[in-house]
């Protein structure tokens, strides 16, 4: 029990130890009006909608995406330079990306940007949003309003479709329960599970 104990302790210490990438934006009126990602080297995720959120969203990215986004951070310097435009456009949220390597950390805001990877990187956390608003709204929806299951997997499949997936893992545990829920209606079952057969095989492809 000791031994098991000390590992534990171990693997906890060397996961707060593992370099760490944060995105913020905070964009009032807007749906969500505040987001918080981080994702760590190994690829475990957190996501949160409120700055005092008490229940983050915890996933795990697949490898692939967790090389993709500190790739990007790499290429900006570990955010080590300006990113913003300076341009006169419309607000888009106030953003910030942060990296952090133990006791050091560096950090960029910006509201738009013309750098490409900045806009890959953007994009990362743009889709890890989406996919993450569409688990809250699965969660919500199967528990309060089980007859609006079938309109939130459409939107689910919508987004699928459109290539805006990332960390898509984390919506793998509702999306089985629903399609195991007998008491659903049979279009919203098959539905769910074949969403969740779609995001397996996206995550064998990349294996």
């Known amino acids: 029990m000791k031994l098991a ?5 171990t693997l ?6 593992l370099p760490k990438i944060r995105y913020t934006k905070t964009f009032p009126r807007s749906v969500p009006a505040y987001v918080s990602i981080w994702i760590d080297k190994s690829g475990n995720a957190e996501f949160n909608d409120a700055p005092d959120g008490e229940l983050p969203i915890k996933f795990k990215l697949e490898p692939s995406e967790t090389e993709a986004i500190f790739s990007l951070a790499a290429k900006l ?33 910006f509201n738009y940007t013309l750098d490409p990877d900045a806009q890959l990187l953007l994009d ?7 996919t993450s608003m569409h688990a ?4 919500h929806t199967a ?16 987004s699928a479709d459109r290539k805006r997936l990332a960390g898509a893992s984390q919506l793998l545990p509702i999306l089985d329960r629903i399609a195991k829920n007998h ?25």
């Not at 906890?12 to 130890?17: I, M, R, T």
């Open 5 to 9: 104990l000390a590992l534990a302790a």
């Open 12 to 17: 906890s210490l060397h996961a707060a130890d």
């Open 77 to 109: 310097d570990h955010f080590s330079r300006q990113i913003e435009s300076g341009l006169k456009v419309a607000f888009t949220g106030a953003k910030v990306f942060r990296y952090e390597d133990g006791a050091a950390s560096r950090e960029v805001k």
């Open 124 to 130: 990362w956390f743009e889709r890890l949003t989406e």
């Open 136 to 139: 809250i709204n699965l969660e």
């Open 143 to 158: 528990r309060f309003d089980r007859l609006g299951l079938d309109k939130a997997l459409l939107l689910l499949q919508v």
């Open 183 to 207: 008491a659903a209606f049979n279009r919203v079952q098959d539905r769910a599970a074949a969403l969740a057969e779609a995001i397996r095989a996206a995550r064998t492809k990349t294996d």
